[in-house]
């Protein structure tokens, strides 16, 4: 009798956990749809519910495709791909191949360090003076300038380094079709085109924010792990232990837990690195059995990383160093920049 119990219990859970997964699938391909139609509307009022709906839909999407990297959502690898793959479109990680931004995510997890196509502060430091300036003022006015620049070298890099040249054909593919919608979009409306625009910068906006205070970990260029054979080998010892000591919960609520699915649970981070197949609806369990209702490092709620944030906006995208954070203050924990696991080449 105790096994009969048991599968339903099992079957009950599964149910839980498809319905769960239906419901945020729908909200991104429901929502995106829905949103964008109300940007075009002639009140304001729903112009800006608009936004909201299609930025909090892009924000889902990418965190999916974060799950979809992980094969945590579909037993299947092929399902795993289709879905990202079509997520991709979405939220615009698309000229990268569903491959290439799961390759780089796992290095992430399995070399315990970030491992990037582009490193901000080098692309910073070469590039012209007047280019630079412009970039601190866009960041200075919150533009997420450097990630939508990082954004437009996936797309321009093949044209340039040897290297990547036979992406060529399909970033040109998908470019003039992308580039056709948003052509039609702006010429039925500008306004439209352009809150569109600002609905994908909110989206940059929370997805760095919530990756700028998640590690303190070594970066890499995805060019110098290739020359050693695809492994980090700077005689650092990168066990567990390193992992969890230089990985940071900035939960987006201690109180109301539910505002984390704003980020589909990404800000347990912590949990996520302990497991990472662990999939988004069990982070909060698993975070609570790792630390209860700790409200000390490696636990810290966003409303303390604002003030960081704000402050240090300019300075994460010139220095490699992570700054200071305690138990008392994170004011000074300055954060990284340009770890998006959705620009890979």
Not at 239 to 252: I, K, P
Not at 283 to 302: N, R, S
């Amino acid at each position: 009798m105790s096994v009969i119990k048991s599968i339903e219990v099992l079957e009950r859970k599964l149910n839980l956990d498809l319905l769960k997964n239906s419901a945020v699938f729908s909200f991104v391909l429901f929502g995106y749809p829905i949103g964008i139609f109300m940007l075009f509307s002639e009140h304001w009022l729903v112009n800006f519910a608009g936004v909201l709906v299609t930025a909090e839909a892009l924000i889902i999407s990418a965190y999916l495709l974060h799950e979809l990297s992980h094969w945590s959502l579909f037993k299947s690898p092929k399902t795993n791909k289709t879905w990202g793959t079509v997520l991709s479109w979405v939220n615009g990680s698309c000229y990268s191949t569903f491959k290439e931004i799961r390759d780089k995510h796992m290095h992430h997890h399995a070399d315990r360090a970030d491992v990037l196509t582009f490193n901000v502060q080098h692309v910073m430091r070469d590039m012209p003076t007047a280019a630079r300036n412009l970039i601190k003022a866009l960041e200075w006015m919150y533009i997420p300038a450097i990630e939508i620049l990082m954004h437009f070298l996936v797309i321009i890099l093949p044209f340039i380094k040897s290297e990547w040249h036979h992406k060529r054909l399909r970033l040109i593919i998908i470019f003039s079709l992308r580039a056709s919608i948003f052509v039609l979009m702006a010429w039925v409306s500008v306004k439209a085109w352009l809150l569109y625009l600002l609905a994908y910068c909110v989206m940059l906006t929370a997805l760095r924010f919530a990756d700028a205070f998640q590690h303190t970990y070594d970066v890499f260029l995805e060019s110098d792990l290739a020359r050693f054979g695809g492994k980090v080998k700077d005689g650092k010892l990168r066990d567990r232990a390193y992992e969890q000591a230089n990985t940071y919960s900035n939960l987006a609520s201690l109180k109301y837990p539910w505002l984390n699915l704003l980020f589909l649970n990404f800000p347990y981070h912590n949990a996520h690195h302990e497991k990472p197949k662990v999939p988004w609806h069990q982070l909060p369990a698993l975070h609570k059995k790792l630390y209860g209702d700790l409200d000390l490092l490696p636990v810290i709620p966003m409303i303390k990383l604002m003030s960081a944030y704000h402050c240090h906006r300019i300075t994460r995208l010139q220095s490699d160093d992570y700054g200071v954070i305690s138990n008392a203050s994170a004011n000074a924990f300055i954060g990284a920049a340009g770890v998006s696991f959705l620009t890979a080449l």
